[in-house]
């Protein structure tokens, strides 16, 4: 019989309050096989975990179980711990007594019954623990990077400087993503893209970056530290290595379609730069635009094409890579006008967004900079700024907060005020959130000493009205009704997930929250890796932040890949599935109940095998096998078996 030593712990008061610790001690003391049993005050401290390895070597214990908070915080301490005194990290378990027990009674008797029966079941566990090591894997040292915006940017820069190499994929022509749109940034209104095109031209040079533009991922095979991806390069029908975008082509093409790099506010033609600064710098067809290439209708941009770059037989392209590490930076939209019904539903010119004012305070956008409003160009005298459109409005469009929003629109209103002295800019909120350093500076700035009018209130209809338009509202510390003719209405529109997010997520098997942004693998101690191993996360497309703090998320997941590609080999948990080949009756029920394809059928044998690599130990396929030929690796049948007669009181 195994000697078992139990080590429980008060967790301050955290366990200590509800569960009489003394006398789980007694009990287990008693239990068949414990050899040793003790408590301590913080089992996780320096002095906890010197008290469990002298008891290891002293007691010459062979499997321990600590009785303590979930395994999720310190499962990995007490594991090494033992490690460290020759014990097999896999014959040390936690019993969790804190989140599953103390946490949730206020009965003290009540608590320590179920501390006791939890560290029960968790020894009669542990007597069944196989000694287990980790699996090693052979890992490629190369990065891919989904999504070019600032995060995607900045992590594909940071892994990249430190000398592995990176495949940045891009579905726009260029990258740059929202940043490259905004005009000037909070708190401190420095020029986006004086601080953004740096970056991006250093993407372009790279030796160590791929740059695929216009290009999605479509497919991810493998599995952490090898992974298989397959991209769809789209094509531009114009060759990359050719175009020196000079422009001659913009000049003779025909058809001229609202630009989105505008929001609409512009036109571009149907071979198009998406923006001046863009990277790479080259011109795309827009086959949809186009008079016709499939047969062709026009040819002039071929005509005078001098580098002989339009190539209209481009066709799509599948390219395959393998990448060890994949960081998912697909950004945010804003939640379109036209789910707005109490806005007029993006129907009025007029009431625009706050990418489209960003666009119309650009030096380089379509009004040069000058506030125009849409419909007839007018300078706009009165404008409101209407914080939380669609956001914190749980009954009818987006529950959370977009987090950026009071910050832009106090700085939209500054702005506005710069280039228009005599207009009057009307900000409604619900509250102003400005955590950010600077933030409340810039803030107080704007509402105390540039004239801005704050209105604490919702918005609840604007119209049409005349030549301009009606704001009805109400504010909520005067208590009264407010109503404000406006030239132009600018929303602050919810954040919601990048468009075609959602399938990439469920492709790449990626947990999201009830919003459709990424999951982290813990909120507050793994914030930039994901459940799913190999996959980490950067910038907006975990939630809406702002630009400060997406550049330090991505360097943070940029850092997770280079640690990770810094050690010799990779360590998968052997925690895995394992199949008796002798009870398999290859029925494959498996196979479709597995989320991670870690599942493959043996055509000669007429049975299915684990990939261990890819299996993650969740469990699905051995509640599914019908015949018991799945078992889990140290969570067997009989163990679990075991377990519930304890529970049970048999
Ligand atoms: C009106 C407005 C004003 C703002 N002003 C400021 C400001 O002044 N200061 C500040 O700090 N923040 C500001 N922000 C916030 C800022 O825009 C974000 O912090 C920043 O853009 C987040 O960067 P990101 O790379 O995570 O996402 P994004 O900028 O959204 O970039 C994501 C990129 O991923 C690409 N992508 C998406 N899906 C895929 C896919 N499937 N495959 C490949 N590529 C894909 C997109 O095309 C895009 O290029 C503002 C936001 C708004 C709406």
Not at 3 to 24: P, S
Not at 76 to 93: H, K, M
Not at 547 to 567: D, L, N
Request: charged share 25%; net charge negative.
């Amino acid at each position: 019989m195994k000697r078992i030593g139990v080590f429980v712990c008060g967790c301050g008061i955290n366990i200590a309050k509800t569960v009489d610790v003394k006398k789980v001690v007694e009990e287990i003391g008693h239990y068949p096989g414990v050899v040793y049993a003790t408590d301590y005050q913080y089992m996780c401290s320096d002095p906890g975990q010197k008290m469990i390895q002298e008891a290891i070597e002293r007691e010459h214990l062979d499997g321990i179980i600590v009785a303590a908070c979930s395994p999720t915080l310190h499962e990995f301490t007490f594991r090494r711990a033992s490690e460290a005194v020759g014990l097999n990290p896999y014959q040390c378990e936690i019993a969790n007594i804190r989140e599953q027990c103390s946490w949730v009674h206020q009965d003290k008797e009540i608590a320590t019954a179920k501390a006791i029966k939890i560290t029960k079941s968790i020894i009669e566990k542990e007597r069944l623990n196989d000694s287990l090591s980790p699996i090693s894997v052979f890992m490629t040292r190369r990065a891919l990077v989904i999504g070019g915006g600032i995060a995607g940017i900045q992590a594909a820069l940071d892994i990249a400087d430190s000398g592995y190499e990176v495949i940045l994929v891009e579905k726009e022509p260029s990258i740059g993503g929202h940043m490259a749109q905004l005009s000037e940034t909070f708190p401190t209104l420095d020029c986006s893209q004086c601080i953004l095109t740096p970056k991006m031209v250093e993407i372009s040079h790279h030796p160590k970056i791929k740059l695929l533009a216009y290009s999605e991922v479509v497919n991810v095979g493998g599995y952490v530290g090898n992974f298989n991806v397959k991209i769809l390069k789209k094509p531009r029908y114009v060759k990359e290595d050719l175009c020196n975008n000079c422009g001659e082509c913009f000049k003779v093409c025909p058809v001229v379609v609202p630009n989105e790099f505008e929001r609409g506010l512009g036109s571009r033609y149907a071979i198009y730069i998406p923006f001046p600064q863009a990277v790479p710098s080259i011109c795309t067809i827009d086959a949809d635009a186009c008079l016709g290439l499939f047969p062709l209708a026009c040819n002039k941009c071929k005509e005078v094409c001098e580098p002989n770059a339009v190539d209209y037989d481009m066709k799509p392209e599948i390219i395959e890579e393998t990448v060890g590490a994949i960081v998912v930076a697909t950004g945010y939209d804003l939640l379109p006008s036209e789910e707005l019904k109490e806005y007029g539903n993006g129907r009025n010119p007029d009431i625009i967004d706050g990418l489209h004012f960003e666009r119309l305070l650009s030096a380089s956008g379509p009004t040069q900079g000058v506030i125009r409003r849409p419909s007839d160009g007018k300078v706009p005298k009165e404008v409101v700024f209407v914080q939380c459109a669609g956001s914190r409005d749980p009954e009818k469009h987006l529950p959370y907060c977009s987090k950026f929003c009071c910050m832009y629109t106090a700085k939209h209103a500054l702005l506005y005020k710069h280039r228009v002295p005599d207009g009057q800019p009307y900000i409604f909120y619900i509250d102003v959130r400005t955590a950010g350093k600077g933030y409340e500076e810039f803030y107080h700035r704007v509402s105390e000493q540039e004239g801005v009018v704050y209105l604490r209130g919702k918005v609840s209809k604007i119209f049409q009205d005349g030549d301009g338009l009606m704001v009805w509202g109400v504010d909520t510390l005067t208590g009264k009704k407010v109503e404000i003719t406006a030239d132009m209405v600018v929303l602050a529109t919810g954040a919601v997930p990048a468009e075609g997010s959602k399938k990439l997520f469920a492709n790449l098997k990626l947990a999201c929250d009830e919003n459709g942004f990424l999951s982290e693998a813990h909120p507050k101690l793994r914030p930039v890796e994901s459940l799913t191993p190999g996959f980490f996360l950067a910038g907006a497309a975990q939630g809406p932040r702002d630009i400060p703090e997406t550049v330090a998320q991505a360097g943070g997941a940029a850092s997770k890949v280079i640690g990770m590609f810094s050690q010799e080999m990779l360590l998968h948990d052997p925690i895995v599935a394992v199949v008796d080949e002798n009870l398999c009756s290859g029925c494959k029920i498996c196979i479709s109940a597995c989320p991670y394809d870690a599942r493959e059928f043996d055509e000669e044998k007429n049975i299915v095998r684990v990939n261990e690599l890819l299996c993650e130990g969740c469990g699905a396929c051995v509640a599914a096998c019908p015949s018991g030929a799945t078992q889990q690796q140290n969570i067997t049948d009989d163990q679990i078996r075991e377990m519930v007669k304890v529970v049970l009181g048999e």
